[in-house]
């Protein structure tokens, strides 16, 4: 017997037992389901005729017995139940514990499945499970069984072997008299004892048995995983190599070099793409264990659960779907095991007694998204803060403080597990940080939304492929910096002329307005501590280039000195030594043999300010995460109104942030104005329209001005009518929906709305404007303007 | 006789240092430095060496000791630490030396500061004390250090 045979029979057997967790529970919940029954049925038995076959007596013992106990349910003389179902799944795991002993040490190994064994034959039996006496060899002809040859469906091995020509039909028809005569032995021992065909044939037969189901199998191969990684290795050097014949080619005119290049760059980028591909698995493949594991926790919990799938054929590379399987299963078993409730609790609860776990997975931006969700019991935010400040995570204060959606994050910290009681599947507060530890090695990040009462969702990015990503190379006073593909935007070029008007400032944050939307700004040489090589003198401080980047939902604006071309990188981490620096997130050795530093996007933007580590990020997050529906949404300026209150204003009706000194404010009549771009722009302070409306008009006089040193102003524009509203402080810009609305409780205001989670009041400016009366201001703006 | 260890010697303003040579990985020609932006000072960039990236750690400011002076070319010495190589920057590569416990004193009591805690000890040469290095501590850059910069 070689090496090689065993080796085949236990892929394959591997796979038929994956296939088996899966058909039984399918079988479960449809136990008339003849065609699933029959393929069940083929699986078990050829995986206990090829080990008999191959001399591995335990285990065709154990798959004698299983078969048996189908044969009957096959025949109709027994129903599928969750008993007979467990038995059987618990068959299936004796096999793969006794596959994994011969793969590590040649044989089943010492093992007692007595008890399993009695189990299924007593199940076969129709008995209750009771003591049966011992059986010791593996195929007694008593235990066969009614049909203990392959029948029915399927075409049997005697008929194939016949087919190949290998028997003829005669030798068959006498070895199978010989079975019903009473021989134990297979169908194929019995030729091959006879001398009638060689083992190998049997095994073909065998396997072109089990062709039958998996027709696909004639246009594929089985490669090592190790090589598969060699190849992805060499490709990297590759590319690498061709990286730098390209950049010698472009700095020669010499036609010769210039077409062999171009053509290795095209045959190079299709290779890569080839050999990516070869390490792409469907997601499926993790995916297609879980019904098995989450009826073992429903079994275990007395619950019902559905599992519902979407998109089980997106790729990931291979290794992230290695390093995404433990964490993934980990989150299924939390949702099946405290995420649904029992179904007794359920139907108290409104919902249907069956609970429903759906998995999800789509690409995204370059990323794939996974999401578990759950419609089981979500999280409970009082018990969540109660836990973390019981645990000393947090203060009793930070934790009241907390937005819900920060709450349910909690559960990623580590120690941290809202399980009431231990069961054996969850809950002894180590996972759900080992998940995002995880998730995070490889680039990935994973997120938590939850409902107290209706369900709970796990929403998880993951990076395609690891390897080798498009970066865009940039160069920053003098020295070279690759940013990653997947988070650049675009790219914008701001002339030297529309600098100054292209650039504004709020709140002394600099932002670009890019189509109508004000873009925050940072400045790669500022943020590293870079020293100018040059100032302004050269050409290229003429203008300005700006790259657009997303990071976590917020987008930025990061000003570079030049911007360079795309390049395939490598990404080599920094060594631990330098893991401290957020802003880069590795190395790459680029086409002329140099290293240069890849920006780690997100660490910059919170390095630089313009993604807040604070409160307002999460829900500005939350909030944009949603994309589908932005289309409703609308962008606001959030501003603090007088005494503190949260204001806003649709940004499409600001024209212009500004600061002005108080200093420059001058008087016009019984209106303060201030020379704005050769204008006179009349100022409304906020605070008096809204509160002391009466009073000045009582007594027609100038309101007083403010007397801090410089003013915050909303630059607006109603009707034809510039004006500047001075307001307390300027909060933020953010997207929203402003669905919740309550009727303003005073003037100014039109409506009351949740803007950010909070409580914001929209300002109302025809309302502001003609209780400032502004006629006259308006009159000497005219005025000024025809003079 | 006793046992006798191996060095790989260089000089750092004149003096005279030594590292275990089974740690030394190689000692290499200068080689293109990318500087890293908010590190460290004492971390004067990244080196390509044969598609590996090794970080250069200038063994004169490491060791508090005073700039080096232009026209030094300062040569690297590859070194194994538990997690990575480093490549630590010295002006000028001597002998391969062997020596014997019987002259290693622990670190002098004259010594101070930084060159203190990142020696193992002294050797007494012939001509010349070697100071023998602990590359770990030589290649350690505290933590406070990375972050934020």
């Known amino acids: 017997m070689s090496d090689d045979i065993v080796r085949e029979f236990l892929v394959e057997s591997n796979e038929n037992l994956d296939l088996l967790d899966r058909e039984l529970v399918q079988l479960e919940k449809d136990p008339g389901n003849r065609a699933t029954l029959a393929s ?29 106990l189908l044969s009957k349910l096959r025949d109709g003389e027994l129903l599928l139940g969750p008993e007979i179902t467990t038995a059987l799944l618990e068959m299936v795991d004796a096999i793969r514990q006794m596959l994994r002993s011969i793969e590590a040490i040649g044989n089943e190994g010492e093992r007692n499945d007595e008890p399993l064994i009695r189990s299924l034959t007593s199940l076969h039996l129709g008995e209750k499970p009771r003591a049966v006496k011992p059986r010791t060899t593996a195929s007694s002809p008593e235990a066969r069984g009614p049909s203990g040859a392959p029948q029915g469906n399927t075409e049997s091995i005697g008929e ?8 003829t039909a005669k030798e068959v028809e006498s070895a199978i008299i010989l079975q019903e005569e009473g021989d134990p032995r297979h169908l194929g021992e019995i030729l091959v004892e006879q001398g009638s065909v060689k083992p190998r044939q049997v095994l073909e037969a065998l396997q072109s048995q089990q062709s039958i189901r998996g ?81 073992d926790v429903a079994a275990a919990c007395g619950k019902q659960i559905r599992i519902d799938t979407e998109g089980k054929e997106t790729e990931l590379d291979k290794t992230i779907i290695e390093a995404i399987k433990d964490p993934l299963t980990h989150i299924v078993r939390n949702s099946a095991d405290h995420g649904i409730e029992a179904p007794d609790k359920r139907i108290k609860a409104g919902k249907p007694a069956e609970g429903k776990l759906s998995l999800r997975a789509y690409h995204e931006g370059g990323q794939v998204i996974i999401e578990i969700s759950d419609d089981g019991a979500g999280l409970d935010p009082e018990k969540l803060r109660r836990k973390a400040v019981e645990k000393g995570l947090l203060t009793p204060e930070h934790a009241a403080k907390m937005a819900e959606r920060e709450v349910a994050n909690l559960i990623f910290l580590p120690g941290f597990s809202t399980a009431e009681k231990v069961t054996n599947v969850s809950g002894r507060g180590v996972g759900m940080d080992v998940v995002k530890t995880n998730i995070e090695k490889i680039g990935g990040t994973v997120d938590v939304k939850s409902v107290f009462g209706a369900g709970t969702a796990v929403k998880m990015k993951i990076p395609l492929t690891l390897a080798i990503v498009p970066g865009l190379v940039v160069v920053s006073a003098g020295q070279r910096f690759v940013i990653p593909q997947v988070s650049l935007l675009e790219l914008v070029r701001i002339k030297r002329d529309q600098v100054r008007a292209g650039i504004e400032m709020v709140h002394g ?64 981490p920094l060594g631990r030594r330098l893991k401290g620096l957020k802003t880069f997130a590795g190395a790459a050795i680029m086409g002329d043999g140099k290293v240069a530093l890849i920006l780690d996007v997100l660490g910059l933007a919170q390095k630089s300010g313009v993604v807040s580590k604070q409160e307002d990020r999460t829900w500005a997050e939350s909030e944009t995460e949603s994309q589908e529906k932005s289309s409703n949404k609308r962008t606001f300026l959030l501003f603090a109104g007088p005494d503190d209150a949260r204001m806003a204003l649709p940004l499409d009706a600001l024209a212009r942030l500004e600061e002005f000194p108080a200093s420059q404010v001058e008087k016009s009549g019984a209106q303060w104005v201030i020379q704005y771009r050769e204008r006179i722009l009349p100022l409304i302070r ?17 309101p007083e001005m403010p007397s801090e040193a410089q003013l915050q102003v909303l630059v607006c524009s109603h009707e034809q009518q510039t004006f500047g509203v001075i307001v307390e402080k300027i909060l933020d810009i ?28 929209l300002i109302d400016l025809p309302a502001i404007l003609r209780a400032a009366e502004l006629t006259s201001a308006r009159e000497t703006e005219q005025a000024e303007v025809h003079s | 006789m006793a046992q006798t260890q191996q060095f790989c010697t260089f000089y750092l303003d004149k003096n005279l ?133």
């Not at chain 1, 700004?521 to 943020?527: F, N």
Request: net charge negative; hydrophobic share 40%; aromatic share 4%.
């Open chain 1, 509 to 572: 944050a600099p932002v670009y307005r890019l189509r109508g939307r004000l873009l925050p700004l940072a400045y790669l040489d500022k943020e590293l501590q870079l020293s100018k090589v040059f100032e302004d003198a050269d050409v290229e401080s003429n203008a300005v280039n700006m790259v657009v980047l997303q990071a976590e939902n917020r987008q930025f604006g990061l000003i570079v000195d030049e911007i360079k071309d795309t390049e395939e990188i490598v990404v080599k």
């Open chain 1, 734 to 761: 953010v997207e929203d929906r402003a669905e919740v609305k309550s009727p303003a409780t005073r003037a100014g205001i039109l409506y009351a709305a949740v803007i950010g989670n909070r409580v914001t009041e």
């Open chain 1, 686 to 702: 906020l605070k008096l329209v809204l509160e002391e409306r009466r009073k000045r008009r009582r007594h027609g006089e100038t």
């Open chain 1, 160 to 167: 194939i072997l016949v087919k190949q020509g290998s028997v």
């Open chain 1, 215 to 295: 027709a696909a199998s004639e246009s594929s191969i089985r490669v090592e995983v190790g090589l598969l990684d060699k190849l992805m290795n060499l490709v990297g050097e590759l590319v690498l190599a061709r990286n730098q014949v390209l950049q010698f080619s472009n700095a020669t005119e010499d036609e010769r070099i210039a077409a062999p290049s171009q053509r290795l760059n095209l045959i190079t980028t299709e290779l890569q793409e080839a050999v990516m591909k070869t390490r792409m698995q469907p997601i499926g493949n993790i995916w297609s264990k879980f019904p098995r594991t989450v009826r």
């Open chain 1, 40 to 68: 069940v049925f083929r699986t078990i038995h050829s995986i206990k005729g090829t080990c008999g076959f191959l001399g591995f007596t335990k285990l065709e013992s154990v798959a004698h017995v299983g078969e048996s």
């Open chain 2, 17 to 149: 240092f030594g590292i275990e040579l089974l740690k030394v990985q190689e000692v290499i020609q200068p080689l293109d430095l990318t500087e890293v932006p908010l590190a460290r000072p004492v971390v004067r960039g990244l080196m390509n060496l044969r598609g590996q990236i090794v970080m250069g750690i200038d063994l004169r400011r490491q060791l508090e000791f005073p700039e080096r002076p232009p026209g030094i070319v300062p040569m690297n010495v590859v070194v194994h630490t538990a997690q990575e190589s480093v490549s630590l920057l010295v002006d000028e590569i001597g002998d391969v030396v062997e020596v014997g416990e019987e002259t290693f004193e622990p670190p002098p009591e004259t010594l101070q500061g930084k060159v203190r805690s990142a020696i193992l000890g002294v050797h007494k040469l012939d001509k010349q004390l070697m100071h023998v290095l602990d590359t770990e501590r030589a290649c350690a850059i505290e933590d406070r250090a990375a972050d934020n910069g």
